[in-house]
C-alpha cells in the first residue's frame, strides 16, 4: 500500500490553457474525491466517484472541469481554459464504502500567470 | 448552508503547554466528525471520527472530544513536532459523502 498518489505535484500554466492532472488512490478504496485548497482555507469539494460512477459534483466545478475515472481505478481531473481564479492545491482522497475517514494525497499545486 | 467554523485561526504554546482547539457547527444533522492534521505543503492526514455526543478518542497527545454543537481536540504536553494546522471536517446528513472542513486552526509549538 503506497497511499494516494497524485501527480504532477506542481504545475505552472499560462491562461486559457488546458491541464490535466492524475490520481492513483489506494487500491482496495472503491471511493474517489477531489477537493480543491486554496491558502489559508480547507478543503473544498469538487467531485466523488464511487467505483466509476460520478455520483456528485459542486457548484464549484464549472463547465470547464471535468473528472473521469475510468474502470474504477486512476481517474484524472482536467481543467480547460485554465484562469488565474484557478490556482490552487487540488488534492485527491479516497476511502472505502462507509469508512469517511479519507486517505489524502500529497496534491497538485496548481499556478496560473 | 451547513457550515463549519474553527478557532482560534492561529495557537503558538510553548512546549509543555496543554490547550485546545474548538471546532463548531451548524446542527442540521451530523453523521460524523473528523479530525485532521496538515503539515506544510502536504495533504491532510487523518486523526480521528467522531459520531455521538459524548464520544472520545485518544492518540498519543491529542484528545478529541463532541458534543452536539462542537467538538475539541485538546492537546496534552504538546511537542514542536505537533506543529501543523489541524482541520476539522463535518459530514453533514442529505449530503451524500462529501465532507464540509473548518478553515483550521495553525498551531505553533516552540522550545
Known amino acids: 500500500d503506497t497511499g494516494v498518489s497524485q501527480d504532477p505535484r506542481h504545475k505552472i500554466t499560462k491562461r486559457g490553457q488546458n491541464v490535466t492532472f492524475r490520481c492513483d488512490p489506494i487500491?482496495?478504496?472503491?471511493?474517489l474525491y477531489w477537493y480543491r485548497q486554496t491558502l489559508g482555507q480547507g478543503p473544498e469539494f469538487l467531485t466523488y466517484f464511487q467505483n466509476e460512477a460520478q455520483l456528485e459534483k459542486s457548484r464549484l466545478l464549472s463547465d470547464r472541469f471535468s473528472a473521469e475515472r475510468p474502470k474504477g481505478s486512476f481517474s484524472t481531473l482536467e481543467i480547460q481554459r485554465t484562469e488565474q481564479g484557478d490556482s490552487a492545491m487540488y488534492l485527491c482522497?479516497?476511502?472505502?464504502?462507509?469508512?469517511?475517514?479519507?486517505?489524502f494525497g500529497s496534491g497538485t499545486r496548481l499556478t496560473v500567470v | 448552508e451547513d457550515q463549519v467554523t474553527q478557532s482560534p485561526e492561529a495557537l503558538r504554546l510553548q512546549e509543555g503547554e496543554s490547550s485546545s482547539l474548538n471546532c463548531s457547527y451548524t446542527v442540521s444533522g451530523l453523521r460524523g466528525l473528523f479530525w485532521y492534521r496538515q503539515d506544510p505543503g502536504k495533504g491532510p492526514e487523518f486523526l480521528f471520527t467522531l459520531y455521538s455526543a459524548g464520544e472520545e478518542k485518544e492518540k498519543e497527545r491529542l484528545k478529541a472530544t463532541l458534543t452536539k454543537k462542537e467538538s475539541f481536540l485538546h492537546i496534552t504536553a504538546p511537542k514542536p513536532e505537533d506543529s501543523a494546522t489541524y482541520l476539522c471536517?463535518?459530514?453533514?446528513?442529505?449530503?451524500?459523502?462529501?465532507?464540509?472542513f473548518g478553515t483550521g486552526t495553525r498551531l505553533q509549538v516552540t522550545l
Open positions: 471536517a463535518v459530514h453533514f446528513s442529505g449530503t451524500a459523502s462529501k465532507l464540509t
Open positions: 482522497a479516497s476511502s472505502s464504502t462507509g469508512n469517511y475517514g479519507y486517505t
Open positions: 487500491s482496495e478504496h472503491n471511493r
